[in-house]
T-cell receptor, first 114, second 114 residues
Framework: KAGVTQTPRYLIKTRGQQVTLSCSPI?????VSWYQQTPGQGLQFLFE???????NKGNFPGRFSGRQFSNSRSEMNVSTLELGDSALYLC?????????????FGSGTRLTVV | AQSVTQPDIHITVSEGASLELRCNYS??????LFWYVQSPGQGLQLLLK??????LVQGIKGFEAEFKRSQSSFNLRKPSVHWSDAAEYFC????????????FGTGTRLTIIP
């Protein structure tokens, strides 16, 4: 079965702009989680969606938001971009979000803010 | 709240030598434990996971990990490394019951020398 698809793979944006990233989970999976990876902070949890509802949220400012559609595809949006938002953004697909089922990660979107 | 410590930032081993990457976790209940590997510019690939049962877990690419509750550890091992094992390795702990997310360690970068 197809894996987790994240688009785009690379993105360059200017400070102050906004950006939308997309994640298509494995077919049949209903949970999508988002993580930010930076050299300084490592891998940090952003939020998790299950059946179009946000169930958990990490410690990030309100500029970071997300949503999930009825087909389980998810988008995350970052508004008013800052240089510090430059990172690899990873999404993880899961059957129901529970760790017992495991998480499959996509290849990520590399965001560079200039 | 759960946490993960990977005390070794960088490890160098010779090709063919054995490998052990350390991971210590903190979690109040029985943890869900994972090891992921990340090649440069790529997403995370699951090596193995532990939920319950046998404390020695076998994974892909010849890796194994042992869960030791008394030491709060989940160390990753491989009897003989290959040059292709050079990558960054992340240990993670998962939670459930309303806190469905992964908490990652800071990672261990593995270099293989001929």
């Amino acid at each position: 079965k197809a894996g987790v698809t994240q688009t785009p793979r690379y993105l360059i944006k200017t400070r102050g702009q906004q950006v939308t990233l997309s994640c298509s989970p494995i077919s049949g999976h209903r949970s999508v989680s988002w993580y930010q990876q930076t050299p300084g902070q490592g891998l940090q949890f952003l939020f998790e969606y299950f059946s179009e509802t946000q169930r958990n949220k990490g410690n990030f400012p309100g500029r970071f938001s997300g949503r999930q559609f009825s087909n389980s595809r998810s988008e995350m949006n970052v508004s008013t971009l800052e240089l510090g938002d430059s990172a690899l953004y990873l999404c993880a697909s899961s059957l129901d979000g529970e760790p017992r089922g495991g998480y499959t990660f996509g290849s990520g979107t590399r965001l560079t803010v200039v | 709240a759960q946490s993960v410590t990977q005390p070794d930032i960088h490890i160098t081993v010779s090709e063919g030598a054995s490998l052990e990457l350390r991971c210590n976790y903190s979690y109040g209940a029985t943890p869900y434990l994972f090891w992921y590997v990340q090649s440069p510019g790529q997403g995370l690939q699951l090596l193995l996971k532990y939920f319950s049962g046998d404390t020695l877990v076998q994974g892909i690419k010849g890796f194994e990990a042992e869960f030791k509750r008394s030491q709060s550890s989940f160390n990753l091992r491989k009897p003989s490394v290959h040059w292709s094992d050079a990558a960054e390795y992340f240990c993670a702990v998962g939670a459930d019951f309303g806190n469905e997310k992964l908490t990652f360690g800071t990672g261990t970068r593995l270099t293989i020398i001929p």
